[in-house]
Each structure stands twice: as C-alpha cells, then as structure tokens.
C-alpha cells in the first residue's frame, strides 16, 4: 500500500514522502480500515514541525486526527463492527485506546472504540472532518468560553470550517456573534451564512468597530486561530475581564502568541495557562485571562 511518511521533524514540504508499505494486520478489538478520505488539518502540519502538543516516532505516517473509509477486516474474536461497514476514524490521541499510525496511508488498523458509523448519504469530504472540527466547535463555544445566549463572541478566521460551525451554534444557542475575516469579498458571505457582524481587517480598523458594535458593555468573549498582530488586537478589543480562547495558529509558525511583551494589550494580561481538552485539537490551545 502507498503511505505519506515523515522521515523526520521539520517542513512537511521537505519531509514527506510516497513510500510502499506492507497492509497492516489488525489485532484482537481492532480493525483494518481501507481509507477513502482524510483531511489535512492544520495540526497535522504542525505535528510534522514538531510544534504541537504531542510528537509521533519519526519515521512517521502523516495525519493524526481522523479520516473515513470502510472495514476490510476484523481482528480476532472482535465484535460490534462488521466487515463492509463505512466508519470514521477519530485518529486523535487523547482517544482511549491504542494510538492509530497516521491517516496518509490507504489502510491503517484501529482500536474499534474510535470508529464511528457513518451513513453512505453522507460524501466522504463531508464525512472525513466529522469529528474534530464540530466537537471543536461546540466546546470553545460551550465548556471552555460558557458563552450564554444574548452575548457577544468575537472571533478570527469566520470563514474556516471551524468558524462556519461556531456561526451556525451560535444562533441555535442565541449568541451573537462578531466575525473577523481578511476579504472584503468574504463578508457578504459569512453575514449569509449566519453571522450577525462582519469585520472586514483588510479595510477596517478591529478596535473601533467592536467598540462601536458591542458598545458600552464591550465584548467579553472570543476565540482566535490567528495569532500574530490580530489576535493582539483581538485580546485588546476586550472588555476588562474577558476571556480568549487561542486554538489556533493560521500564520507560520514562528509567528508570535497573540500577545507578547511588546504588545500594548500585555498589561492587561492577568494570567496564561494551558488548556487541554480532549477535542480542541484541530490546533493547540491557550487561554488568556483578561484583568
């Protein structure tokens, strides 16, 4: 079978490369998968740079958070999934079981407790970001911010997938959100799709419109994937005692936190610690407490 591998750490442009590789055997309560589809997630990138929150063994198969395809067999004595059926497979690691290795390879073997049914209606681009990117969605906007209805939440890069699905719960749950895109010709989209607000930064200033959107009682909630001089902005748009969830890192990777010490919003920095969980894993997570 043909395999993406990883001969070491480092830019997944200068690491990866096609290898054949003997179909793996699956063991007792596990199964072998035949993979249709799998994302290429901005995590899978950074694991690759060895800048995410966990390191695979290198040499390493790429893809570590989910994919979709079909049961080609089963391991010994396994019972619940049967040989033919269509499953995701939700590769992260803080799932129980044994870790699954990579999901750019066209089989690979999992623990049956990381599959997930899924029914033949649904495409496999739909089926294989199943996972990750909607539990993502929903505990940034519930767990870990508890944003409660009438409330405003701010947040970067509306138009990624994860941003869609924070829109869409949002106004299932009556919050209101204010959404930051690059392109002027990304906001009519994103305010047809849902979103009560559009800030465009490519020609408008973040401040002075979340202040003259949120007003007085200001924004005390947000979520950034950004980083680097808009999530600084985002982090000083802010009313006193807010909170921002940074899950992500859109720009390269040596781009900066969204607040460093140089930064005029480091002053009202109160603490920074780390967040895990066991689905905000589409990319790694800090939270800021704002003073």
Same mark, same amino acid.
């Given at each position: 079978m043909?395999?993406? %591998?990883a001969?070491?750490v480092?830019?997944?442009? *200068? $690491?990866?490369?096609l290898?054949?590789?003997?179909?793996?055997?699956p063991?007792?309560?596990?199964?072998l998968?035949? $993979?249709k589809?799998?994302p290429?997630?901005?995590?899978?990138?950074?694991?690759?740079?060895?800048?995410?929150?966990?390191?695979?063994?290198?040499?390493?198969?790429g893809?570590?958070?989910e994919c979709v395809?079909?049961?080609?067999a089963?391991?010994p *004595?396994?019972?619940g999934?049967k040989?033919?059926?269509? %499953? %995701?497979?939700?590769?992260?690691?803080?799932?129980p079981?044994?870790?699954?290795a990579g999901?750019?390879?066209e089989?690979?073997?999992a623990d049956?407790?990381?599959?997930l049914p899924?029914?033949?209606?649904?495409?496999?681009?739909?089926?294989c970001?199943?996972?990750v990117n909607?539990l993502?969605?929903?505990l940034l906007?519930?767990r870990?911010?508890d944003?409660q209805p009438?409330?405003w939440?701010?947040?970067?890069?509306?138009g990624?997938?994860v941003?869609?699905?924070?829109i869409q719960?949002a106004?299932h749950?009556g919050?209101?959100?204010i959404?930051?895109?690059r392109r002027?010709a990304?906001v009519?989209e994103?305010?047809?799709?849902g979103?009560d607000?559009?800030i465009?930064?490519?020609d408008?200033d973040?401040?002075?419109?979340?202040a003259e959107?949120?007003g007085?009682a200001g924004?005390r909630?947000?979520?950034d994937?950004?980083?680097?001089p808009?999530?600084?902005?985002?982090s000083q748009a802010?009313?006193?005692g807010?909170?921002?969830?940074?899950?992500?890192?859109?720009?390269?990777?040596?781009a900066?936190r969204p607040?460093s010490? *140089?930064?005029?919003?480091a002053?009202?920095?109160?603490?920074?610690r780390?967040?895990?969980?066991p689905?905000?894993l589409a990319?790694?997570m800090?939270?800021?407490?704002?003073?």
């Amino acid at each position: 079978m043909r395999a993406l %591998v990883a001969g070491k750490v480092g830019e997944p442009t *200068d $690491v990866l490369r096609l290898e054949s590789r003997p179909v793996p055997t699956p063991a007792a309560g596990q199964a072998l998968i035949r $993979v249709k589809a799998t994302p290429i997630h901005a995590s899978d990138l950074h694991v690759l740079r060895g800048r995410y929150g966990f390191s695979p063994e290198f040499p390493a198969v790429g893809g570590h958070m989910e994919c979709v395809g079909r049961i080609e067999a089963l391991g010994p *004595d396994t019972e619940g999934p049967k040989v033919g059926e269509r %499953v %995701v497979v939700a590769a992260v690691p803080a799932v129980p079981g044994p870790h699954v290795a990579g999901t750019w390879q066209e089989y690979l073997v999992a623990d049956t407790r990381r599959l997930l049914p899924v029914p033949d209606h649904l495409s496999d681009f739909s089926a294989c970001q199943l996972a990750v990117n909607p539990l993502t969605a929903l505990l940034l906007v519930t767990r870990e911010l508890d944003v409660q209805p009438g409330q405003w939440l701010l947040q970067t890069a509306a138009g990624s997938t994860v941003g869609r699905l924070v829109i869409q719960l949002a106004r299932h749950l009556g919050i209101r959100t204010i959404n930051v895109v690059r392109r002027r010709a990304a906001v009519e989209e994103i305010k047809a799709f849902g979103g009560d607000e559009v800030i465009c930064t490519e020609d408008e200033d973040l401040l002075r419109r979340v202040a003259e959107i949120a007003g007085p009682a200001g924004v005390r909630k947000a979520i950034d994937c950004v980083a680097g001089p808009v999530g600084a902005q985002v982090s000083q748009a802010l009313a006193p005692g807010g909170e921002v969830v940074v899950y992500g890192r859109a720009l390269h990777p040596s781009a900066e936190r969204p607040c460093s010490a *140089d930064d005029p919003a480091a002053g009202t920095l109160a603490h920074l610690r780390d967040q895990s969980s066991p689905w905000l894993l589409a990319e790694p997570m800090v939270r800021h407490g704002l003073a």
